[in-house]
């Protein structure tokens, strides 16, 4: 059986990612801009990336628990992005705050895969070695998408 460790590291970066998915979805209602059409389209694809992610890492934890799926009620009491209620906020401010999300995830995600290398789970670290290029990649195309303006 899994170490607990692991499982409630695996649980955090789940739990992030699935925060930034719906961060993600509900953000929809501050774009706008000349930029719309392309902001529109790179947040439908990294929220799509996000939900293969989560969908991957409730398969990981079942395989690993031995037990069923995670709850979305579970996964977000862990939650640790930070959520912002502001009425209002420009498209390029928008897109920074998924930018630092993201590296938020990246840090979730680093600190679950230190616990697979200590318990020797190299099928799970390998993964996350996925999700983290992923993170860092929406990290980076944020970044290009703010500076291009």
Not at 11 to 38: C, V
Not at 50 to 76: F, I, K, P, W
Not at 90 to 117: K, P, Y
């Amino acid at each position: 059986m899994v170490s607990l460790d692991l499982s409630a590291g695996l649980m955090k970066a789940r739990a992030d990612t699935l925060s930034l998915y719906l961060k993600i979805k509900r953000s929809h209602r501050y774009i706008s801009g000349p930029n719309f059409r392309q902001y529109r389209t790179l947040l439908q694809a990294h929220a799509e990336e996000l939900v293969a992610a989560t969908h991957a890492l409730d398969e990981q934890l079942r395989y690993l628990r031995g037990n069923g799926a995670c709850s979305v009620e579970l996964g977000m009491n862990v939650h640790s992005s930070n959520e912002d209620d502001v009425e209002y906020v420009t498209s390029e401010d928008l897109l920074v705050q998924l930018r630092v999300d993201n590296q938020i995830l990246v840090g979730s995600l680093r600190f679950a895969q230190a616990l697979c290398q200590r318990s020797g789970d190299i099928v799970t670290e390998s993964l996350i070695d996925v999700w983290i290029d992923e993170a860092r990649r929406r990290a980076a195309v944020l970044m290009d998408a703010t500076w291009g303006d």
